[in-house]
């Protein structure tokens, strides 16, 4: 079977990163994303995770570590049958170097027993904080990576790899002097990932990601997310992806996220084979996040 054939029917079990909602200065913000780093639902944010412990000096663990931070995904892909359930736990060292573990479990159920299981281990390192040098232009940037492995059965007969590892850089705003505060946030992504790395990883490529997000009220974020889909080589480039979302920072620990998410034709990639806009389809996205 040609590679683009396997690709074709790979991707029928394939599926996608989605997006969450980002609140501003409050509960919320950042949740764990799909692969557990602290953004939305498949970008990454400046801002670390965890909040800090009650009443601590400066030498007890509030100046050590954060209180952990967890979060638990559901995406549902329904016109291509696929379910995908993700959970994550993450915290923050010295208040600036955020760890994070994120494992999912994809499951096709249109395709026979084609379970997939990805794990996910991240680091992210805030290297300028919001408003430094008393300047509230200035946005919280950090550098960050993720290794991701994947035991996606696909991965020999693709000739592709089942780990790869992503590295970033994205600048985080909070804007705070318009009418409703928005929430900003913006990076640049080298990736060699095939369907957010689920289906296993190829060729290197550079591609940008952001998101906007209002908030009408102190608890309530709306907004969207974008993502450039990544150009892995050999003809493989997946979709773009976006999404609109909904949070309910219910309180200043407990968030729900829900949202709609689009990868890209599914019926235009099955009927055309074209591996240049490789897709799944749209789908429900729904997430509970919890801050210790």
């Known amino acids: 079977m040609k590679k683009t054939d396997l690709i074709q029917a790979t991707f029928r079990t394939g599926v996608l990163g989605l997006v969450l909602a980002q609140g501003a200065a409050f509960g919320g913000v950042p949740l764990n994303n799909l692969q557990g780093t602290g953004g939305i639902a498949f970008n990454p944010l400046a801002y670390t995770s965890g909040l800090e412990w009650e ?11 954060s209180k952990p931070q967890v979060g638990a995904w559901y995406v549902n892909l329904n016109d291509s049958r696929i379910n995908w359930y993700a959970a994550s736990a993450s915290l923050t060292f010295a208040k600036r170097l955020e760890l994070s573990y ?8 249109r395709y026979g027993d084609n379970s997939i299981n990805t794990h996910n281990l991240g680091a992210k ?14 946005p919280a940037v950090a550098l960050g990576g993720v290794y991701k492995y994947t035991d996606s059965k696909t991965v020999d007969a693709l000739g592709l790899e089942d780990y790869g590892f992503d590295a970033y850089a994205v600048a985080t705003k909070l804007i705070t002097q318009t ?13 060699d990932e095939v369907v957010n790395g689920v289906v296993g990883h190829n060729e290197y490529d550079v591609v940008f990601f952001g998101n906007a997000d209002i908030l009408p009220a102190e608890n309530v974020a709306i907004g969207v997310e974008y993502k450039q889909g990544v150009d892995a080589g050999d ?9 609109g979302h909904v949070a309910w920072f219910v309180t200043p620990r407990l968030s729900l996220v829900a949202a709609f998410a689009e990868t890209g034709g599914k019926d235009r990639f099955y009927r055309h084979g074209d591996p240049k806009n490789l897709g799944v389809g749209s789908g429900a996205v729904f997430s509970i996040q919890f801050q210790f």
């Open 235 to 243: 003809g493989i480039r997946n979709h773009d992806y976006w999404d």
């Open 125 to 138: 390192l805030r290297i300028l904080d919001e408003n430094a040098f008393d300047q509230p232009w200035v």
């Open 179 to 191: 009418p409703l505060p928005i929430l900003l946030s913006a990076g640049a992504l080298v990736s």
């Open 55 to 65: 009443g601590g000096s400066s030498n007890s663990w509030n100046e050590v570590v």
């Open 102 to 109: 994120g494992y999912g479990f994809i499951n096709a159920h």
